[in-house]
């Protein structure tokens, strides 16, 4: 990672916080989101619900800020026989919806 990029992430995260007790009043910045909305499609952004082994599954997950600040966003996606973990996505905003993807290949020893 860049010096430059570090910089600006780090700053990104300062001011995410700081937004974030100044707007809330009581101090508390500490927020469970539920993903409002989930879209699971293929490689070729299809929505699907059966996938191959070997396939790419892409998750979009929609959330809402009700305040600004840091939302650390992560997941398990569950197969008949297997099972994949969402890498760890970090987002910082003001109050507002956002959305997060990730892709996932499934095993080829999956069924």
Known sequence: MHTKTFTAIFYSVVIATLLCFISSGDGLCIEVLDFTGITITDNMGVPATEFGPGNIVKIEAA?????????????????????????????VGLKGDYKAAW???IPVTAT
């Open 63 to 91: 959330y809402s800020l009700s305040r600004a600040g840091i939302a650390w966003l992560r997941g398990t996606v569950i197969g008949t026989n297997w099972s994949a973990e969402l890498p760890l996505r970090v987002r």
């Open 103 to 105: 892709a996932v290949t």
